[in-house]
């Protein structure tokens, strides 16, 4: 029979305990334990474990089984668990208080088979504790795996409003157990015995092998395992490998550090805001988490007053986090400081050394547009990242920067931690043949992914101009007034015009020196708006003293009448309308000597004289019926633009001028924006 390899790890349960300060000189335990140091006792037999399943009537689990053919029941071993009976002892739970009816009644439509695997458990379970006053040990037989196993069951009374704690196997049981038996010892001074010695060395190893760029994923599952024991610096590791591989992002989405993922990072570090590694990188990491989470709470409260009184407690909710250190005076002022930064979108992450002076360049990529150029400026630099001590194995600060976050994507977080940095030299399979890593080949985005983002996030309506020769400062200062706002993703944006530079290379303000994308991409600046906003969009000859412009307005229409399609360009010289055309509810406008690229009749085959609008409510009730053509398919009386015409006119357009519009920063980057005046 398969023992699961039982008798070391209890072996090793039963040393860590009696070796542990508070096991030592206790009276009460017994001459045989300290003896033999065992906690458990003589195993139950073949014939005793059959007896025990005639009486259940059932087969018991293998590893519950090949449990009591090691041990006849388990000792109290320094978790909430009194004792794991022996087999006289295990008997079916009953549900003696109703927990079923309880539980079962609390399931609505929605609920996941697992939520009603467990709440069906109560009356079906075996319970093994001999305790039923304290944490009791369940089985459920209702709920077996592959293998036979039964799931397993810790429930705390009062805890977690009841909710039973679910584990695969009672093997897996027994093994959280274990773990939780180090992790509520693990500040007790003197507590050390070889497990705790492994774990340290484990986490040292895991360490080594981040800083080497190698094997991230078996770094995390050893940081993972030593932090669930307690393990005091596997915490703050963990944290910083997750935060990267998660990546960065938005306070109200997007993949910015998830809440519960290893741990708050306020709970790392020393606490201390004259500590560089908290208070230049855990500690912003930590507002992010903070105020996304607040963001969540509020996101279905309508009430204003509700939704003020909720955010006037954000401060003080931050200050006085369960799982980290409460600030007061100087530092109280410095983490609410930081703490609106965040919130503020006014943040900068900086860091030490050349791969400071690396951040603060790409920044200025990033900040208008360039955040390709941004990234590549970020994984250039990061093997001379300079960390801040011991603890510390990645740039994590850098994902709460509103404008680098957003750039450091899952993968790139992975990027980062492959590449050997901070004096690591390992990185087996992360080089190539150059001793340099590809961060990502250079590529115009174009015009045309307009047209491909037709999602249900993404909006039916856009407005952009490019002008050619101007810094988007400058562009900022033609189209609104007042100064630059704070930068912006589209959700924050509301009806503010995002600036930026067009092409990922040299651009505007990145002062890097890059090489420019496309013909003249570097040197064109662009407004952008997503959405419809209810009014005409402002001509655009005046933003074109001095220079050229190109304005394109796109309204995909179907949805009513009163919205039909609309697709504007518009080509202007120093001030004035050169050549452009109008599509709109199936007729074309044009003006000017417009290019033969750029023919309207020919982008638009299905506009102009040939539109019927009789013919198109013909089509839209063939639709209706069944229909395969779905050209221009909307609501009754309405034009839609064909997805197809509306990428070719994009395209075209790209291609006369030599223009592209970075998909990432319009998309999942901030922008400085500008209101309209």
């Not at 093994?175 to 693990?186: K, N, T, V």
């Not at 560089?276 to 996304?292: D, G, V």
């Not at 995909?556 to 709109?584: K, M, N, W």
């Not at 409510?617 to 221009?632: K, L, M, P, Q, V």
Request: aromatic fraction near 8%; charged fraction near 30%; glycine fraction near 14%.
């Amino acid at each position: 029979m398969k023992t699961y390899n039982w008798r070391p790890f209890l072996e090793r349960w039963s040393a860590d305990w009696l070796d542990s300060p508070g096991a030592r000189g206790r009276g009460d335990v017994a001459e045989t334990v300290l003896r033999d140091r065992w906690l458990g006792f003589p195993a139950a037999g073949e014939d005793r474990i059959g007896e025990l399943e005639e009486r259940l009537g059932v087969t018991l689990p293998p590893t519950y089984r090949s449990f009591l053919a090691t041990t006849d029941g388990w000792r109290p071993a320094g978790t909430a668990v009194g004792r794991v009976s022996a087999a006289e002892g295990v008997h079916w739970y009953g549900d003696p208080d109703g927990l079923q009816a309880l539980h079962e009644g609390a399931l609505d439509e929605h609920a996941s088979e697992e939520e009603v695997l467990r709440a069906g458990m109560w009356g079906r379970a075996l319970r093994l504790s001999a305790a039923p006053d304290g944490v009791e040990v369940l089985l459920d037989p209702g709920d077996p795996d592959a293998n036979g196993e039964w799931a397993a069951y810790l429930h705390r009374a009062g805890a977690d409003g009841g909710r039973p704690e679910r584990h695969g196997s009672f093997m897996e049981l027994m093994q959280a157990l274990f773990r939780e038996f180090h992790r509520a010892h693990a500040d007790t001074p003197g507590f050390a015995n070889e497990t705790t010695r492994e774990l340290d060395a484990d986490v040292e190893e895991a360490r080594l092998s981040c800083l080497d760029g190698e094997d991230i994923d078996g770094a995390l599952e050893l940081l993972t395992e030593a932090a669930e024991c307690g393990r005091p610096r596997a915490h703050g590791l963990r944290v910083q490998l997750e935060a990267m591989l998660n990546g960065g992002g938005r306070i109200g989405g997007g993949t910015a550090v998830r809440a519960g993922v290893g741990g708050s990072p306020a709970s790392c570090g020393t606490g201390r805001l004259d500590d560089p590694l908290y208070a230049r990188e855990l500690l912003p990491l930590a507002a992010l988490k903070h105020l996304r989470t607040g963001r969540a709470d509020l996101a279905g409260t309508a009430d204003r007053a509700d939704r003020a009184d909720r955010a006037g407690h954000d401060e003080a909710e931050f200050l006085r986090s369960p799982d980290g250190p409460d600030h007061d005076g100087t530092d109280r002022k410095q983490a609410l400081d930081l703490l609106r930064e965040i919130d503020e979108r006014t943040f900068r992450y900086e860091a030490p050394g050349s791969f400071g002076d690396a951040v603060a360049s790409a920044r200025e990529q990033a900040r208008w547009g360039d955040t390709d150029g941004a990234w590549r400026t970020v994984a250039a630099a990061v093997t001379g990242w300079e960390p801040y001590g011991e603890d510390h194995i990645a740039p994590v600060g850098l994902l709460a920067d509103p404008l680098l976050g957003p750039v450091i994507t899952p993968e790139r977080g992975r990027y980062l931690l492959e590449t050997p940095r901070a004096g690591g030299g390992g990185g087996r399979g992360t080089l190539n043949g150059g001793g340099e890593r590809e961060a990502g080949r250079v590529r115009a985005d174009g015009l045309g992914w307009l047209a491909e983002d037709t999602g249900p996030s993404a909006p039916d309506a856009y407005r952009f101009v490019l002008v050619h020769g101007v810094a988007p400062q400058e562009l900022a200062e033609r189209i609104g007034r007042g100064p630059l706002l704070a930068p912006c993703d589209e959700s924050e944006a509301g009806q503010a015009i995002r600036i930026g530079s067009c092409g990922d290379g040299g651009g505007y303000g990145s002062g890097d020196g890059g090489e420019v994308r496309g013909t003249d991409a570097g040197r064109w600046s662009f407004a952008f708006e997503s959405g419809r906003n209810g009014v005409e969009p402002p001509t655009s000859e005046a933003l074109s003293r001095g220079t050229e412009s190109v304005t394109v307005w796109c309204e995909r229409g179907g949805r009513s009448a009163a919205l039909p399609g609309i697709f504007h360009f518009s080509y202007a010289e120093d001030g004035e309308r050169v050549y452009g055309f109008t599509v709109r509810d199936g007729e074309i406008e044009e003006w000017g000597a417009v290019p033969d690229a750029l023919d309207p009749g020919q982008l638009f085959p299905d506009a102009g004289p040939g539109w019927d609008e009789g013919a198109h409510d013909e089509a839209y009730d063939d639709a209706d019926d069944g229909s395969d053509d779905s050209s221009n398919r909307g609501a009754e009386g309405s034009w839609a633009l064909d997805p197809d015409d509306e990428y070719e006119s994009l395209d075209a357009i790209a291609e006369v001028f030599g223009v592209s519009l970075p998909r990432f920063a319009i998309r999942h980057g901030r922008l400085h924006a500008v209101a309209q005046s």
